[in-house]
């Protein structure tokens, strides 16, 4: 059974935050804490330790959200991660042409913009609650000018959206030369 | 009944239950008017127009507002968690709500307490919570994307976000092996809608049926096409269709929508949504060999 060791106290978050050192383990608890986060200290696996007894066990998907917290709050960790299976977040984009459009998907998201105005023309795949959101303040935006993902967003789905929006950006630069 | 819950992106946007109006632009719930855009709001219309068509009360649906912080959807757990027996739906389609095993597990417990379980229906972060938790057998249908199936396969990912790359990078070809390996590993819901180039439906690991015509891509960019999808399969579902029937009707009416269309990777998800009448009034009777009410009229 995936995650059953917290079964008892009824929080199963998926994610760990690593640290370097107890005092940032604890802001970083009081920091999530504070902004609503489900959190809880523990022990991380000895194979995943990074010179710290503590880390935080966290809701995985709300990764986005987090990291952006801390670095607003100034809270410094090594990284988070999944408890369970690979550690590093999926990095491989797919593209799409459609003759006037280009759609790209990162993970579960899927980013399709014009390709000669740069507008983004749709946004689809994924299931997270920021990503109607985001669907409404990035739809008939220039590349250009819309906000990234990730600025706004507060789960995976976002972070994935984000990677699908820096590849399109970075595609529709090279077409305009 | 068909009880649909998921979030709305509006923070102030307050728990709401009630059965739900569709104007053709709009939902109308409790007087609070909702937009008819990508996820729950969308997959409600396509679910209100099939349930019209059919000749069926409308859903209800249990709706909060959340950008993505959880707190509307918390809102959503623990009211179901307390009140799912008394509401006693027929068809229950858990959608876009923050995936929290914890919380998604007193759901499911919840909805063994019904005095009849309901029909279970998960999709979007709800089928990720569901098999996160280990509860995906106790779900009857779940309706991923092929990134998604590829995610139900991966039996270490809480989230697609975190899957085996050679797994995402598994085509559409791989449905079979990546379903077989997600029921062997108690991944899967009883069926699986794999909505994609080939749509597949696939029932306790075997594919029973494809569904490839008419042939739209631009339906993939269209944010919330797999949304109608599943809202269709509820309506189907709750009028008393079997779930391999109503996978497959929802499949090809939403291909057919997108031709009727004429989608683009431009098309908005209402466009889509207002040509489900004439695609059930042109195609349904002969498709499913049962006519319903809308066809005598």
Redo the contacts between chains.
Sequence with gaps: ????I??KD??????LILFRNVEDAIKAERTLKSA?Y?VKLVAPPPELRKGCDLALEV????QT?IERLFRGKDVQYVEII?????G???E?VKV?D?G??V?V?A??M?L?F?KTSGVI?????????????L??ELIDKKLTEAVRPKEK????????LDRAFCESLELWSKMRL | MVLICG???QEDFPLTIGQVKFSGKTLIINEKEVSC?????ALISAACITAEYLGEEPPQALLAG????????RLLYEYLSKNLPDLAPNVLVL?????????MR?VSESAEKCRRKPIMIA??????AAK???LAPNFDIFTP?P??IA?LA????????????HL??SDITKTSELAAKAYQDKNAARLLLVKGSVDHIVEEGKIIETISEPDI??L???????DTITGMVAAFVSAGLDLREAAILAARANRMAGKYARA?????IREIIARFPDVFRENLCAWSGVCYSSDKR
């Design positions: 059974m995936a995650f059953g917290n079964k009824g929080f199963e978050g998926g994610g609503d489900m809701n995985l998907v709300e959200g999944p408890r369970k299976g690979r590093e977040l999926l491989i799409k459609f006037e459009a759609m998907k993970g579960n899927k399709t014009d023309l749709n946004i689809s795949g994924g299931g997270c609650p920021d990503i109607p959101y669907h409404a967003g507060f789960t995976l789905c976002s972070l994935m | 979030t709305i992106p855009m990508q996820g729950t709001a959340d950008r993505g912080k959880g707190k509307g959807s959608h876009y709500i923050l995936p929290v095993m914890g919380l007193k999709d979007a972060s709800s089928m990720y996160a938790a280990g994307d990134s998604e995610f991966d039996s270490d990912a809480t989230h697609p976000a975190y899957i085996s790359r995402f990078n891509p631009e993939e960019a269209i944010g919330g096409t797999g683009t990777p431009a098309t908005r």
